[in-house]
DNA sequence: ACGATTTATTCAAACGTTTGAATGTTGGTG
DNA sequence: CACCAACATTCAAACGTTTGAATAAATCGT
């Protein structure tokens, strides 16, 4: 007895345990509306019976059926990048309540895996999609056999309304221009900027908002203190990069008091590269990054940054999937919708003022 | 036509529209042996109505009848540490092969969490379950469970072959002891050490390590500079435990030329905690961490650390979960395996040799 | 020319649930 | 006492696959 052959105990293994039908055993367990009509005392009974046999409802049985997973997919691009771990949580917390697993993929920036994946959310019918963006979705529309099958989606961390998808993602236009806009107030005019790769959607608003920040502050950003990040492979390459700018900049000997570093992996890179060259942060060169990951927050001088509601937004981007989701349960419309988010700026101490920088002339020396 | 009520193609559909039974269907699609005997006209023609309606078939059908899920759940502690992260990738690298899919759960350190991911792990049928262990783990055997279903169970991060579980973790007593012995080597002789939290299983066997290491170099370890971690909540508790270790010590005026950090997190707050006193890292104290993790790699100075072969630990985990799979479904006996893993000495920038650090009089002032 | 083998395809049952409809009990009402 | 409702439980079909067994047709050896 006990053990039937698939090695799990089954709503018969109870219906015969304790006498009664499959249908009235599955009508209690599951709390169908039919349970109501159910004997208190066979109800207990059978309760109990399903407990000291241990037993646990066949999701696969119960998604055939009532053709619903109760899943949800959430393609993150690279988990190994901090910036994906908070959105991560936000989407856990608010699927949650709702009572949706969701199906963490990791595409691991793989092109390959992204198909691979794509295929099982198809296949294990997932009720919803959730990607968390990244430069793989650029040139294509993988996600058009999702939408085929009604299955709403939403993105975050990229503005693709114009494709009718709705879409959560920082303003980055604001943040580009409060970085910009700190650096201004704390004296600096010098001031050298990161620009991100080509490839990534928020290089070029965060650039816009860079440059609006600046006129309005009266500052002119001398084109050969700005640099561009190369396309990226994995999250530590943005630190490469900013090792790499700061070695080229500082053999230019072309003055500057503060760099705008694209991100704060970046901004960690430029630290690094100056300290190895004998500058101090901020004393000599005041840098500034943007995400607020853990490793900038972790670090020492801690960076000044630009934080992103992440958290928020995996919430938010979660509810939205759920009530697609439902939408469409009543047949009715789920026009796409769209956030953005307002980014904050986080002083720490990888920024300084100008004036109250103790030593400037060792930034004067090298220039 | 095409779009039936469930909203995907099934096979139904397939074999409708080009004329054939559902059973040829399948048979072609699955590539089940049987396809041999199809023609090869027959088999062309299906796959390419197949193709051409968009079918993908039910994975919650399919593993219905196949008596298999083709999953595996990993239950992470804390995906936020970035410690889990390159442990996962090394799963995902190894069950990828072998055509599993990664159930990807992140119980938040919360044992509320824990118990709802149990259940889910039970009602999904995931074949096998790789943990990465947490003192969640500590009281409790929740996993009983699962193992009464006969579902194998890996867990990387601690040893629990006495309860015949198959385990991978560091070698914590040798990781210990080489810190110990890189910072002796180095020239230092008052070496502060900060233990690891009482419920954390890596504690005691690191700390042993020291000791011995310590006395193979003819070193006392000043039991007054040695603290004790609090237990944490997050991973960002470490940092928070170093910092407060460094205020509370350079209190003491107590001299001390090192300090052996429990972990990464623990010496980024370290050297946060002795730069805000004025002290330089490691001019003045050096500062040995654990683990190998992003934001010791990308500080400034870059953390001398323990690497723990993480990925590596997470494809082998892998594979003994496939592996016992296979032995469980051929009816032989899967025994408990273990692996230490050898840790390996990273040396970076935050440690200096006694005697080439330029500037110890700062220290000897504070003492 | 006949049974035996091979080749090509289909039948039908099963996997473990859920659920609309049906059945069998009560007890109460006219 | 026949009739109806409310209550308690069960039947049986369905969800979309897979697969052992069955069927049908063609090929072959004798």
Redesign the interface.
């Known amino acids: 007895m006990g053990q039937r052959k698939?090695?799990?105990v089954t709503l018969l293994d109870v219906a015969r345990a304790c006498g009664y039908s499959v249908s009235t055993v599955s009508i209690v367990l599951s709390e169908a509306p039919l349970s109501q009509n159910v004997a208190a005392s066979t109800r207990e009974r059978i309760r109990k019976m399903a407990q000291q046999l241990?037993y646990?409802?066949?999701?696969?049985?119960r998604?055939?059926r009532r053709?619903r997973?109760q899943t949800i997919a959430v393609l993150a691009y690279d988990?190994?990048d901090?910036f994906c771990?908070?959105i991560?949580?936000g989407i856990?917390a608010g699927l949650q309540p709702a009572n949706y697993?969701p199906?963490?993929?990791?595409t691991?920036t793989q092109r390959r895996l992204f198909d691979t994946y794509l295929?099982?959310i198809?296949?294990?019918?997932a009720e919803g999609v959730i990607v968390i963006a990244s430069w793989i979705f650029e040139e294509t529309d993988l996600l058009a056999?999702i939408e085929?099958?009604?299955v709403p989606i939403v993105i975050v961390g990229r503005d693709l309304t114009g494709r009718k998808i709705s879409s959560l993602f920082v303003d980055n236009e604001a943040g580009g221009a409060l970085a910009l806009r700190h650096l201004s107030e704390l004296g600096h005019r010098k001031i050298a900027v990161i620009r991100g790769p080509e490839e990534l959607f928020d290089s070029e608003p965060r650039w816009a908002g860079v440059r609006r920040a600046a006129e309005e502050a009266g500052i002119e950003i001398d084109p050969r203190l700005v640099f561009q990040l190369p396309n990226l492979t994995d999250?530590?390459s943005g630190?490469e990069g900013g090792l790499e700018f700061a070695k080229q900049i500082l053999a230019t000997l072309r003055p500057f008091t503060a760099v705008l570093a694209f991100d704060d992996?970046t901004a960690?890179?430029v630290?690094?590269g100056l300290?190895e060259a004998g500058l101090r942060v901020p004393e000599d060169c005041s840098v500034v990054g943007f995400d607020d990951v853990?490793?900038a927050?972790?670090?020492?001088?801690?960076i000044t940054t630009i934080h992103q509601p992440l958290r928020e937004m995996g919430l938010l981007a979660a509810q939205w999937a759920v009530q697609g989701i439902d939408a469409r349960e009543i047949g009715k419309r789920n026009p796409a919708r769209m956030h953005k988010a307002l980014p904050e700026l986080v002083v720490r101490k990888s920024t300084a003022s100008l004036v109250s920088a103790k030593n400037r002339r060792r930034n004067k020396e090298q220039a």
């Open positions: 698939s090695g799990h241990g646990h409802p066949d999701a696969y049985a998604s055939l053709r997973s988990l190994s901090p771990i908070p991560v949580r856990q697993l199906l963490l993929m990791d691991q295929k099982m198809l296949e294990r019918r056999d085929k099958n009604h999250p530590t630190f992996l960690l890179g630290v690094r300290t853990l490793p927050i972790v670090a020492t001088p801690g």
